[in-house]
DNA sequence: CTAGGGTTAG
């Protein structure tokens, strides 16, 4: 039979190629192609050419289970399916290398439909140069493949190359399609390039795709992303077959806008229409509930993940996680977390950052840890979290352990991590530390300069911080709003009155609107000043109504300079503002207390007790070998008390013939200082001190950490211990740091 | 011959 004879032919050809090349699984087209132009093949040929396949198959380390099913169908001896299936089944580089010159052999490459493909694989691959490599080798390309390497670059973040093979393809004169504007337009939100997208959009019109549901839904996310919620809104309720995704785009564009509870009205609107909302859907719902902070809502989408089956997907536990660790609900987070199995840098990102924000800075710091020994790859994000972490935890060991790791990792050079050392150090009581990786941070921006500024301010090196400003408008780098903030509180911090005023009136130059915090400075550095009545009239003439900040700013100069009734005056503001809030009572009570009116302290007291106030007890956390210790007064449960206590008479002995007078009021009437700072701080400073120079060699800086503020007695002892024990004594308080040295302190005694 | 929307952080 004449079939019969074509079989024998091309298998005994088919076995000659496959014995004359080093035979792998990629010349098996070329194979193919040489056995066409049968098209008519009998079941006996293909159940040869299968046995054939299978034993290539078998040998490659490519799996092809769909493959196999497809060669069971007639189509399986096409070749360009067979080219189709190995780039499907590829998985690096080589591979698509070996296609495509097998593609070339076979003379395939012709075909638009199979370099499509092979571009689209490369870049899923990650392969982005070489899939331009071989966009290149075409002289005409068609819309899919401008289409695949715009997408290309598109996916892989890179806009600018997406927009430019954009142009190419408008001036080689090929029109777009659907997808070409899709990925354009999502290469317009990554930059983002609002202006672009505009242009875009004329296009879409004059094309004539004004409803088509792709591209619009393309648009609502461009201008969510450009900030231009209203924008999304005019065409998403332009758009009549909305599918999931254009709800989606909205929901989300109003999360990301700021407005969460738009976002949820949208969403209970599209439950009430007969759209049924995917996991997407639901993660982008979680999101504005996170904004939200409403646990009982958050709860009821919890439910609906449930009901609708969906419980085990992935990305719905991270967005439970994060919105419970959000809400400070980080033991239910924890429950989420643990319930995750396969590894997700989000995921601990999430749980990391959770701790972190509801101070369980040693949790977090723990998770990143047994991230990093599980072999975890951590991204930037993950990083930024666990130095944050590290910030809230105090412990310079610690910081300088994460500042270690950073520079051997891939992160030495990324801006908002040493942005986030900076701060750390900083805020682990080392200001020069901060400035060693400030030095060493290339391309400071504004933010890199500010945070150094900030980290000044709080040491109170004022004039350091006010230098670094000039040097920054050297470099040519615009300040910000924060930057003003660092630089007014490095004024107050070192008792820069002027200095600080002049500054603040240059905020009008950069355009800079003050805000709350600034105009607190403000009323700080007149109060330190003595300018009550001034800071008065400043505050009267505010264009902003006066916060918690501004007021809270003018009861503190108050109390230092005993001013009455301006002070009874501002906690009046302070109370109706924030009626919750210890501090504001103390500082009152603190007030009354300087002026000896006993009787105002124990209103103060019953006031508190009538809103069910409770004082927050003071403690001092010192750091020994990297480990913190807490102490409390009263609290005799460490091992080394009786030392401690030893060490502690010691010093009280030498302090009273260094001639430390403690604070005359707080003395005298022990019934009724009771709510007053004195009794909060508890002196606990003094045990932090006496454990650490017993536990360190002479010399060695002692480094605390309080949870209140200064009390003026501890103050007053510190700054005496310090010259007394030839020691340096860092203390962080609620508010800032105090360098004690030779019987001084940083702070100027005004803090 | 391609999917498109979302989650961490600031």
């Known amino acids: 039979m004449v079939e019969n004879t074509h079989m024998t032919l091309n298998l005994s050809l088919a076995r000659k190629l496959f014995n004359a090349s080093s035979f792998n699984l990629f010349s098996l087209p070329a194979i193919v192609r040489q056995l066409d132009p049968i098209k008519a093949i009998s079941s006996e040929f293909r159940a040869s050419l299968y046995t054939f396949f299978n034993h290539c198959y078998s040998s490659s380390p490519l799996h092809q289970d769909s493959y196999l099913e497809k060669a069971k169908s007639h189509h399986a001896v096409d070749p360009d399916a067979i080219f189709e299936s190995l780039i499907d089944n590829s998985t690096h580089k080589s591979h698509l290398n070996q296609i495509h010159s097998q593609l070339l052999v076979s003379g395939s490459l012709d075909s638009l439909i199979l370099t499509t493909k092979l571009i689209n694989k490369s870049s899923n691959l990650g392969e982005i140069r070489y899939a331009r490599n071989l966009f290149d080798e075409f002289c005409n390309p068609d819309v899919f493949l401008w289409d695949a390497i715009i997408r290309s670059y598109s996916r892989r973040d890179m806009f600018g190359d997406a927009l430019e093979m954009y142009t190419n393809m408008q001036m080689a004169g090929v029109s777009p399609d659907s997808f070409t504007f899709m990925h354009v337009l999502k290469a317009c939100s990554g930059l983002p390039a609002l202006e672009m997208g505009w242009q875009v959009h004329a296009q879409i019109f004059r094309h004539g795709f004004q409803s088509d549901v792709l ?77 939200v902070e409403d646990l009982q809502q958050g709860k009821s989408v919890q439910g609906c993940v449930i009901k609708m089956g969906l419980e085990y997907e992935p990305d719905l536990l991270i967005s439970l996680t994060s919105m419970y660790a959000k809400c400070g609900q980080v033991t239910l987070a924890r429950s989420f977390f643990d319930q995750m199995e396969i590894p997700s840098v989000i995921l601990w990102n999430a749980m990391i950052s959770g701790y972190a924000k509801n101070g369980f800075a040693e949790e977090a710091v723990d998770l990143f840890r047994e991230m990093i020994s599980k072999k975890i790859r951590i991204d930037s994000i993950t990083a930024r979290s666990a130095i944050l972490a590290c910030s809230q935890v105090g412990s310079l060991e610690l910081a300088r352990w994460m500042d270690d790791y950073i520079m051997r990792s891939e992160y030495s050079d990324d801006v908002l991590v040493n942005t986030a050392l900076i701060d750390m150090y900083a805020k682990c009581g080392s200001v020069d530390l901060a400035r060693i990786v400030f030095d060493r941070t290339l391309d400071k921006d504004v933010v890199v300069w500010s945070s150094m500024i900030v980290g000044y301010g709080l040491h109170g090196r004022g004039r350091e911080a006010i230098d670094l400003y000039y040097a920054m408008k050297q470099d040519g780098v615009c300040p910000n709003d924060v930057t003003f903030v660092g630089l007014l509180t490095a004024c107050n911090h070192s008792g820069l009155v002027e200095e600080g005023w002049e500054l603040f009136h240059s905020m009008r130059y950069f355009g800079i609107e003050p805000r709350h915090q600034h105009y607190a400075c403000v009323v700080d550095l007149l109060g330190r000043a003595g300018r009550l009545d001034e800071a008065y009239d400043f505050i009267t003439n505010m264009p902003i109504e006066p916060g918690v900040s501004v007021w809270g700013a003018l009861l503190s100069a ?124 508890n002196h606990s400073e003094r045990l932090a001190i006496a454990y650490g120079l017993i536990s360190t060699p002479p010399g060695t800086t002692l480094r605390i950490t309080k949870n209140l503020r200064a009390c003026v007695n501890c103050h007053a002892a510190t700054k005496l211990i310090s010259k007394l024990v030839n020691r340096e004594i860092v203390v962080r308080d609620a508010k800032r740091f105090h360098h004690f040295k030779d019987g001084f302190c940083s702070c100027g005694d005004y803090w």
Not at 215 to 229: D, F, R, S, W
Not at 236 to 241: K, N, Q, R, T
Not at 262 to 276: D, G, P, V
Request: net charge neutral.
């Open 215 to 291: 591209v619009q839904n393309a648009l609502v996310a461009l201008y969510a992303k450009c900030g231009q919620i209203g924008l999304s809104r005019v065409v998403f309720d332009d758009l009549c077959d909305r599918n999931v995704v254009s709800w989606t785009s909205i929901i989300s564009g109003y999360a990301q806008n700021g407005e969460p509870m738009e976002a949820l009205r949208i969403f209970s609107q599209m439950r009430h229409s007969s759209m049924r909302p995917d996991w997407i859907a639901l993660v982008s719902v979680l999101r504005a509930y996170t904004d």
């Open 558 to 681: 108050c109390k230092i300079y005993r001013h009455l009734t301006l002070g009874e005056f501002a906690a009046k503001y302070l109370f109706t503002l924030d009626p919750y809030e210890t501090g504001h009572y103390v500082q009152l009570s603190n007030l009354y207390a300087s002026a000896r009116l006993w009787n105002h302290v124990g209103k103060v007291r019953v006031l508190m007790k009538e809103k069910g106030l409770t004082k927050d007890y003071g403690y001092s956390l010192i750091e020994i070998n990297g480990k913190l210790q807490a102490f409390r007064v009263g609290d005799k449960s460490h091992p080394r008390y009786k030392e401690i206590s030893e060490e502690l008479e010691k010093l009280e002995k030498r302090l009273k013939e260094g001639g430390f007078v403690p604070h005359a009021e707080s003395v005298l009437h022990d019934l009724n200082y009771e709510e007053t700072e004195e009794t909060l701080c």
